[in-house]
């Protein structure tokens, strides 16, 4: 369907979606060069995208956020994916999602505002270099000392990492306690923070101007008042809780990336010439696209009907992993057939194509790796 529209669009959103995807045009596209071989935006960006309102927007006014709901988060997210741009306000709402659900109503005051206009830069560090999708084998400790907690390890693939002056920390409160028993989450505001050291932006794959880093901490020192909750060992369950808002957001760049990876391969497949005639007049070619029109159509129904699901409250953790596995898998599929059928210049960087195959490969393994959501959905079979 060539008219098809969001149910869950109106006119409001479509103003918040031209002005998001002006101010992407004008502003950080004309970087991206130089932010994906600095591996990281600069750091003004930050409070740019806070002024113009791309940082959470569907935070409530009275907390300094836009006061929407997921489905300005998700024209945000899509609209990133339309431009082929990467950059971590979807980490920033992850962690103000976190204070919302969970935090006191200091801690709401206090970092809200800060990380809604970008004076404050968030980071979620559960990764360890050793436990990945494994959440309940983290080795990271908070041990109480007076009124601090002293946190001891290390995390790994921290996104919004270099950046980040607040950073919600996935910790051991009671490292004696087996599997995900003992787990809380804690913040640390890591402006002149002792034993707290960023490690050299790690060389990826894709997603090259996404700043992402190993943290270090050394008998950091950190208020007990920043745990995340009202008791200790919640924090498995925190994060279990909040995984639907990441999976789904996930799901939604997916699907835009699928939608741009279609349209432009068909562009392509119009002005390209071989043997005499167009490629989109080969029969191949156009079942090809056909197919993945097809593929990404049935993604963007599926997405939406989360999304919906989702502001009313009523989206399950194993759909929301459905969503984050089926269409991660999806967009991997199309965006390959579609650099396929863009030949020798597919494998050029200086196509949009070439660099959406290696930015859409990490897909499938953050938030959850697919074969980790295959588990999850299977239980609940």
């Known amino acids: 369907m060539t008219n098809y529209e969001s149910p869950w669009m109106n006119d409001e959103l479509r103003m918040y979606r031209k002005t998001v995807r002006e101010f992407l045009q004008a502003e950080f596209?004309?970087?991206?060069?130089?932010?994906?071989?600095?591996?990281?935006?600069?750091?003004?960006?930050?409070?740019?995208?806070?002024?113009?309102?791309?940082?959470?927007?569907?935070?409530?006014?009275?907390y300094g956020g836009g006061g929407g709901s997921f489905a300005h988060q998700a024209v945000v997210t899509e609209?990133?994916?339309?431009?082929?741009?990467?950059?971590?306000?979807?980490v920033q709402s992850i962690v103000s999602h976190y204070l919302l659900q969970y935090g006191s109503e200091e801690q709401k005051r206090k970092w809200l505002p800060a990380l809604a206009h970008g004076d404050l830069v968030g980071a979620i560090a559960m990764t360890e270099p050793t436990a990945g999708s494994d959440l309940q084998a983290i080795k990271m400790t908070a041990r109480r000392d007076g009124g601090d907690y002293v946190l001891n390890g290390s995390k790994t693939f921290i996104t919004?990492?270099?950046?980040?002056?607040?950073?919600?920390?996935?910790?051991?409160?009671?490292?004696?306690?087996?599997?995900?028993?003992?787990?809380?989450?804690?913040?640390?505001e890591t402006k002149n923070l002792a034993g707290y050291r960023v490690g050299s932006s790690l060389?990826?794959?894709?997603?090259?101007?996404?700043?992402t880093c190993e943290l270090f901490f050394d008998d950091v020192r950190v208020p007990c008042a920043n745990l995340l909750g009202t008791a200790e060992g919640a924090g498995f369950s925190q994060m279990m809780e909040q995984l639907r808002y990441e999976r789904l957001m996930i799901g939604v760049g997916a699907v835009a990336t699928s939608e741009r990876a279609v349209a432009i391969t068909i562009k392509y497949a119009k002005e390209r010439k071989a043997f005499g005639q167009t490629l989109i007049e080969f029969q191949n070619a156009r079942f090809k696209l056909a197919q993945c029109k097809t593929e990404a159509h049935i993604g963007r129904v599926f997405i939406d009907n989360c999304i919906a699901r989702f502001i009313a409250g009523q989206l399950?953790?194993?759909?929301?992993?459905?969503?984050?596995?089926?269409?991660?898998?999806?967009?991997?599929?199309?965006?390959?057939?579609?650099?396929?059928?863009?030949?020798?210049?597919?494998?050029?960087?200086?196509?949009?194509?070439?660099?959406?195959?290696?930015?859409?490969?990490?897909q499938r393994i953050y938030a959850g790796s697919n074969e980790i959501l295959e588990e999850l959905i299977g239980w609940s079979l």
Not at 43 to 58: I, M, R, S, V
Not at 79 to 90: N, S
Not at 203 to 211: A, L, Q
Not at 335 to 356: K, N, S
């Open 316 to 362: 399950d953790p194993v759909t929301a992993a459905m969503a984050k596995y089926w269409l991660t898998e999806s967009q991997c599929r199309i965006v390959d057939e579609c650099l396929q059928l863009h030949g020798g210049y597919g494998y050029m960087t200086e196509y949009p194509i070439a660099r959406m195959w290696t930015d859409s490969r990490v």
């Open 203 to 211: 060389e990826k794959v894709g997603m090259h101007e996404v700043d």
């Open 160 to 188: 919004n990492g270099w950046h980040a002056g607040l950073v919600c920390v996935a910790a051991k409160t009671d490292p004696k306690a087996a599997g995900f028993r003992g787990i809380s989450m804690i913040f640390a």
């Open 79 to 90: 609209e990133l994916a339309q431009a082929g741009l990467h950059f971590g306000c979807g």
């Open 29 to 62: 596209l004309p970087r991206q060069a130089k932010w994906r071989e600095q591996h990281r935006p600069d750091a003004d960006a930050w409070k740019q995208a806070g002024q113009t309102g791309l940082l959470l927007p569907d935070v409530p006014e009275e």
